[in-house]
């Protein structure tokens, strides 16, 4: 099994930046395509970035230039660069991984960002 922990979460301004790191466990983690999500209140969970075990990216068109997703396999940790912050960008943001030799897919708890105007 997969264990994951977000770390980072703040109040921020608009067009501020916070950094968000996402903790993983286990012996598989480099091979886990990793991704984050957020969800605000009264809205579904939405994907934000995503990044393969090869360090391709993928964003969505809301974050497309102002986020970046990243990854250190030595240390087993996936990072979120949020910069340019927006009202709209609040948030709890979570990470998750997949594992597709076992289609396996792992949450970890999330954590908040709030962006005041």
């Known amino acids: 099994q997969v264990q994951l922990v977000e770390s980072g979460g703040a109040l921020v301004q608009s067009g501020g930046s916070l950094r968000l790191s996402c903790a993983g466990s286990?012996?598989?983690?480099?091979?886990?395509?990793m991704g984050w999500y957020r969800q605000a209140p009264g809205k579904q969970r939405e994907l934000v970035a995503q990044i393969t075990s090869s360090s391709s990216t993928n964003y969505e068109d809301p974050v497309k230039g102002r986020f970046t997703i990243s990854r250190d396999n030595a240390k087993k940790t996936v990072y979120l660069q949020m910069n340019s912050l927006k009202p709209e960008d609040t948030a709890v943001y979570y990470c998750?991984?997949?594992?597709?030799?076992?289609?396996?897919?792992?949450w970890g708890q999330g954590t908040q960002v709030t962006v005041s105007s």
């Open positions: 286990g012996t598989v983690f480099s091979y886990l395509a």
């Open positions: 998750n991984g997949r594992n597709p030799f076992l289609a396996a897919d792992y």
